[in-house]
């Protein structure tokens, strides 16, 4: 009785593939290992998601955290700018500092802060301080922190899938060598089989 749950071509295609001599066991191997990593492809992009969402949230409290906490301060410089060389994976670039004090209560904070390209000495500038009255960046935004989530997410992604191919890539280059090995034993009996009438 003809089973419905199978469709027949599906059936005979199957059946084929088993029997099918050309059809090695290291090739069966490489087409579940092939399986496995589309499998995996899409399994992990909820995972990323999650990663991604989690990211978001912490970097969206940390961005609100900046907010309450810093402030800006006026800032006078104390000398002359001066041209600073910074090394990036880009390329290298400059950046014009200049000493500075700024008033914090009953005290006076000093740090190098970054400035316009010849500031002379005595310019007021705007800057952020923390909670604690030290120099520090720009509160991080909100949408630098989707952005940020974002990244994480595919990063997660990207990791696992650059994984799983290495370990995909390693895995068919040792079945390639043993389907080698394998059609030349083949092969070199088949010769000697027909010297042989």
Not at 76 to 82: E, G, H, I, N, Y
Not at 127 to 142: F, Q
Request: charged fraction near 20%; proline fraction near 4%.
């Amino acid at each position: 009785m003809w089973n419905n749950s199978q469709p027949r071509g599906l059936r005979k295609r199957s059946a084929r593939q088993r029997h099918n001599p050309l059809l090695r066991r290291s090739d069966r191997i490489e087409n579940m290992l092939t399986l496995a990593v589309v499998v995996l492809a899409f399994a992990m992009l909820p995972l990323a998601i999650l990663v991604g969402a989690r990211t978001i949230d912490s970097q969206l409290t940390l961005a609100e955290k900046q907010v309450a906490d810093y402030r800006t301060v006026t800032a006078t410089t104390l000398a002359d700018s001066t041209g600073v060389s910074v090394t990036s994976d880009v390329a290298p670039s400059g950046v014009d500092t200049a000493p500075a004090k700024w008033a914090w209560g009953d005290e006076t904070r000093h740090a190098d802060i970054t400035v316009d390209p010849a500031t002379p000495s005595g310019t007021k500038q705007d800057i952020w301080v923390n909670a604690d009255g030290n120099l520090t960046t720009e509160p991080m935004s909100s949408s630098a922190a989707r952005v940020a989530g974002v990244i994480a997410g595919l990063f997660t992604w990207f990791a696992v899938m650059m994984i799983a191919l290495s370990g995909f890539l390693i895995c068919r280059a040792s079945l390639n060598r043993s389907r080698d090995a394998q059609w030349d034993r083949d092969l070199r009996q088949f010769l000697d089989s027909t010297t042989r009438h």
